[in-house]
């Protein structure tokens, strides 16, 4: 029973010590929505803001948008779609009247929500006014201000 002893626990601290290096490389991941619902969504972010009055000054000039808060920072929205053409449309909107947006990729799985944009985003592929594209965009936010948040 003895000779079997020391093998049996250098076995052990071998399995140990590997276990814990591979759940080490998992640590820094980050962590993805696993949904068969899940979805892409391209939201055109106006700006990054460190305190909450900083952003109602700066985004005093939008009737409708909406903000998350991530790492202590307010992100602010200005527009949602599934289709990053309709993203790049909504971006040039905005450029257009002279605004700098970001486009960031965000994945949901709020079905519901989903099925909504994707109405819009079949009107706002069939536009190129710029009085349509603002209001389908604050339409949009309207709607993800009442189903999501």
């Known amino acids: 029973m003895k000779k079997y002893l020391f093998p049996v626990t250098i076995s052990l601290l071998i399995g140990i010590s590997m276990a814990y290096f591979i759940i080490k490389q998992y640590e820094g991941m980050p962590i993805l929505a696993v949904s068969s619902n899940a979805e892409?969504?391209?939201?055109v972010e106006r700006g990054i803001y460190s305190d909450l009055e900083n952003m109602e000054n700066n985004m005093k000039d939008f009737t409708d948008?909406?903000?998350?808060?991530?790492?202590n920072q307010y992100h602010t929205y200005i527009g949602i779609t599934t289709n990053k053409?309709?993203?790049?449309?909504i971006q040039n909107y905005y450029k257009n009247l002279g605004y700098d947006t970001?486009?960031?990729?965000?994945?949901?799985?709020?079905k519901?929500?989903?099925?909504?944009?994707?109405?819009?985003?079949?009107?706002?592929n069939k536009t190129d006014d710029s009085e349509s594209i603002k209001t389908i965009c604050n339409q949009v936010l309207a709607k993800y201000e009442e189903m999501v948040n």
């Open 85 to 89: 053409e309709n993203a790049l449309k």
């Open 102 to 110: 970001n486009l960031v990729e965000k994945i949901t799985d709020n």
């Open 65 to 71: 948008y909406i903000y998350n808060t991530e790492n």
């Open 40 to 43: 892409t969504l391209y939201y």
């Open 112 to 124: 519901e929500f989903i099925n909504i944009l994707r109405q819009y985003d079949e009107l706002l």
